[in-house]
């Protein structure tokens, strides 16, 4: 079946613009995470969607960052007024939220490059 | 929160078995020990997932000690597309802020 997919796979833009970057998890999927990685960089937690739970927002790291999830599946993140320190990978997973365990399956990321 | 340390990069030869140990030290009861493996430009991909003893795959083998406060992967006959970044996640479904560390890169050397 189909993957986790995000959109776009890269993002160039500007300083103090804004970002929307997309992603669909996998099908029946409940559990829904965000990381960011920067270059050379482990994986940096910012969120978690669980269900129609209110989402853990607390590894987000300013208030130009929020997120939403609608439907429980498509999620989007948002970044306001971009920063140069903004620029990383952004990465999506997916996890079926099984008790006791929590596989995650990870999208391509989406690239921003904030100029 | 229980973070992890990981060796930050290892080097091995082909066909040679690779065992890459992560600690653990402040992890929890309802705790799972998961590998994921990163190929550049990709997202990271499960390997294995353990809770105590040990744990086989078609990929790969996890050694979980009893106190559980260390686990090692165990990679058998490496070949170069084993070339990544390894990490070692520590936490339990719907556990918040999951640290993934800076994983272990290992480079396989023909």
């Known amino acids: 079946g189909a993957g986790v997919s995000q959109s776009p796979s890269n993002k160039v833009t500007e300083k103090g613009k804004d970002v929307e970057l997309r992603c669909d998890p996998i099908s029946g999927h409940t559990a829904l995470y965000w990381y960011r990685q920067s270059l050379g960089q482990g994986l940096e937690f910012l969120i978690y969607f669980q269900g129609n739970s209110a989402p853990d927002k607390s590894g987000l790291p300013s208030d130009r960052f929020s997120a939403e999830r609608t439907g429980g599946s498509v999620s989007t993140l948002t970044i306001q007024r971009t920063q140069q320190e903004d620029s990383a990978v952004y990465l999506c997973a997916s996890s079926p939220h099984r008790a006791g365990t929590d596989t995650q399956y990870f999208g391509p990321g989406t690239r921003l490059t904030v100029l | 929160l229980a973070k992890t340390t990981q060796p930050i990069s290892m080097d091995s030869y082909e066909g040679q078995e690779v065992n890459i140990t992560c600690s653990h030290n402040?992890?929890?009861?309802?705790?799972?020990i998961t590998w994921y493996q990163q190929f550049p430009s990709q997202g990271p991909r499960f390997i294995i997932q353990?809770?105590?003893t040990k744990v086989t795959n078609e990929v790969a083998s996890l050694f979980i000690p009893a106190d559980r406060k260390s686990s090692t992967l165990s990679l058998p006959r490496v070949s170069l597309s084993d070339t990544a970044v390894y990490y070692c996640l520590v936490g339990r479904t719907g556990a918040n802020n999951l640290f993934f560390g800076t994983g272990t890169r290992l480079t396989v050397i023909p």
């Open positions: 402040n992890i929890a009861t309802n705790d799972y």
């Open positions: 353990g809770y105590k």
